[in-house]
């Protein structure tokens, strides 16, 4: 039977068979996985309520109320004494630039010296000159699905039809993931995967109903509701989303066991996501370097044999938030891989990254993600911590430095 992965066609969510080779570039992987309709629990046949309907809605709405613009636009702290800031991988989400850009300014009111590039997972955006997104690939190399961030001078977007090709493509299948995430929890045919996920968070058979029946009829609103879903907003996180509001109505206990276990398939059903419809790195960067753009490796402690890849890129990012156990090493990195002889090579460049979603700070406050909404765009603070800072200073790299080198680049 054929692979069937969802699409969107005609504004709705449909089953379409799986792109084949002559419409993609496809790497060479495992075989692919196979999306099947979930198998209803007998034990949930109980009906939608208004107030399922108005979570839903909630967590899946792009609106915006004048309170969350207000709280959107208004930072959480200033950085008065700061003139340099760079901000090169964060997502905007849903959130428009313009309250993200009120928010940055306010956070740094006396910059000299900044560089803002926004960078949407698989959708280009673009702000003050400058475009940028991050991009889900396959490197062959260690066969892993990587990142790569792709920043560009924003007219160079008039002549980049075949890459907003490549980032349509992989934004729709990148999203068919989620309807895996939730036939992994309903459908028997990935039973597996859920014992998997049970026997790692210790989830007992409680647990694993309470998973299943709510995960169930969310499957069902997401249905009822296809055609009226903005596109961006179906992804893995709504249903972490449903559950975390479930403590409304649900012991608090059991819902963060739930939350728990599908933080375990989420991981299980990354690991197995098929890389067979991804783009290769390669191909994204030789794209990326004919539209002139410049290109870093995000958060590269996941990956680490992507530093040996000896992929053409501009720099590595070495601290991000969720990304911060090896900054001294991946700078010590940098340095001695910018001492060995490169023909037709610039120096690898080090960047930080915020990794801020903004979406997360619209959020009711009590159903914030407290790590994440924490995140602020340009605030990287390991630049002044005290080992890091001397381990830049060893090798001669600044902020203002890096921001002056990456400009000139994109220029």
């Not at 892993?144 to 007219?155: E, G, I, M, N, P």
């Not at 900054?327 to 340095?335: A, G």
Request: glycine share 6%; charged share 25%.
């Amino acid at each position: 039977m054929a692979e069937e992965t969802r699409q969107e066609m005609g504004g709705h969510w449909a089953k379409r068979p799986a792109l084949s080779k002559a419409e993609t570039t496809p790497a060479q992987a495992g075989p692919a996985t196979q999306a099947a309709p979930a198998m209803p629990d007998p034990q949930d046949q109980r009906d939608i309520t208004a107030w399922d309907e108005e979570v839903f809605g909630s967590i899946t709405s792009v609106a915006l109320s004048e309170e969350q613009r207000q709280r959107l636009a208004t930072a959480r702290r200033a950085y008065p004494r700061q003139r340099q800031a760079m901000a090169v991988h964060w997502h905007p989400e849903f959130i428009p630039l313009n309250l993200c850009m009120a928010r940055f300014t306010a956070t740094f009111p006396n910059l000299e010296q900044s560089l803002v590039v926004p960078t949407q997972h698989n959708q280009i955006l673009t702000l003050e000159g400058y475009a940028g997104t991050e991009v889900d690939c396959y490197s062959s190399g260690f066969n892993r699905k990587v990142q790569l961030l792709l920043h560009f001078q924003a007219d160079r977007m008039a002549r980049a039809d075949a890459l907003k090709s490549m980032l349509d493509h992989t934004f729709k299948y990148r999203a068919s993931q989620f309807f895996e995430f939730m036939d992994s929890i309903l459908d028997p045919r990935w039973e597996a995967r859920m014992q998997e996920a049970a026997a790692l968070t210790g989830a007992d058979e409680d647990v694993v109903g309470f998973t299943r029946v709510h995960t169930h009829k969310l499957r069902r609103l997401v249905e009822a509701f296809e055609g009226r879903t903005p596109l961006e907003m179906i992804k893995n996180k709504v249903l972490s989303d449903y559950f975390t509001a479930l403590k409304e109505a649900h012991p608090e206990w059991m819902v963060g066991r739930a939350l728990m276990l599908l933080k375990a398939v989420k991981n299980i059903v990354k690991r197995e996501f098929s890389l067979q419809y991804f783009y290769r790195a390669s191909e994204v960067i030789e794209e990326a370097r004919y539209l002139g753009g410049g290109i870093v490796i995000p958060h590269p402690e996941q990956f680490w044999p992507i530093l040996l890849a000896d992929y053409d890129v501009d720099g590595y990012e070495v601290w991000n938030p969720a990304s911060r156990e090896y900054t001294e090493f991946l700078i010590k990195v940098v340095n001695r891989e910018n001492r060995v002889p490169r023909p037709g090579r610039r120096k690898v460049l080090i960047f930080m990254g915020d990794d801020t979603h903004m979406s997360e700070k619209a959020k009711e406050p009590l159903r914030q993600d407290p790590e994440k909404a924490g995140r602020e765009v340009g605030v990287q603070p390991a630049w002044e911590e005290m080992s890091i800072r001397k381990s830049l200073m060893l090798t001669g790299v600044s902020l203002a430095g890096v921001i002056e080198e990456y400009k000139a680049r994109l220029a």
